[in-house]
């Protein structure tokens, strides 16, 4: 069965850190590009950073930039997003998603990613920011 595996996510204080993990199991990750999304309470799906597997590119968006890394390990068929310096308005239900991506040319600093564009999806994790 295909899937992405979340894992990470959790509470925080303003200021503080968390990582969001991302897993592929029962199929490989080398020629796809992961994107983070999330989901503010009431809120519509925001797309913040997407990583190609393959040759590491990034995007963020500006609400995130400077403050959250995406990063990718090829040997664990792995993705991950760092969060640091969160603040409360980063709470919310992330998503990680996948798309295939052969030539490596999606996921660059001016991707306008779209919900759409992703074929796979993981479950949801809470990210809770609060003092």
């Known amino acids: 069965q295909l899937q992405l595996v979340e894992s990470g996510g959790g509470s925080a204080q303003p200021g503080e850190s968390l990582t969001f993990s991302c897993r592929g199991s029962?199929?490989?990750?080398?020629?796809?590009?992961i994107g983070w999304f999330r989901q503010a309470p009431g809120g519509e799906r925001e797309a913040i950073s997407c990583i190609t597997m393959g040759n590491g590119r990034t995007m963020y968006a500006d609400t995130v930039k400077g403050r959250f890394t995406s990063a990718r390990d090829s040997t664990t068929n792995t993705a991950w997003l760092q969060m640091n310096s969160l603040k409360p308005e980063d709470t919310g239900l992330y998503y990680c998603?996948?798309?295939?991506?052969?030539?490596?040319?999606?996921?660059?600093?001016?991707?306008?990613?779209?919900?759409?564009?992703?074929?796979?999806w993981g479950q949801g994790t809470q990210v809770t920011v609060s003092s």
């Open positions: 029962g199929f490989r990750l080398d020629y796809k590009v």
């Open positions: 998603a996948a798309r295939s991506d052969y030539a490596g040319t999606y996921c660059h600093s001016n991707t306008r990613m779209k919900s759409s564009d992703f074929e796979s």
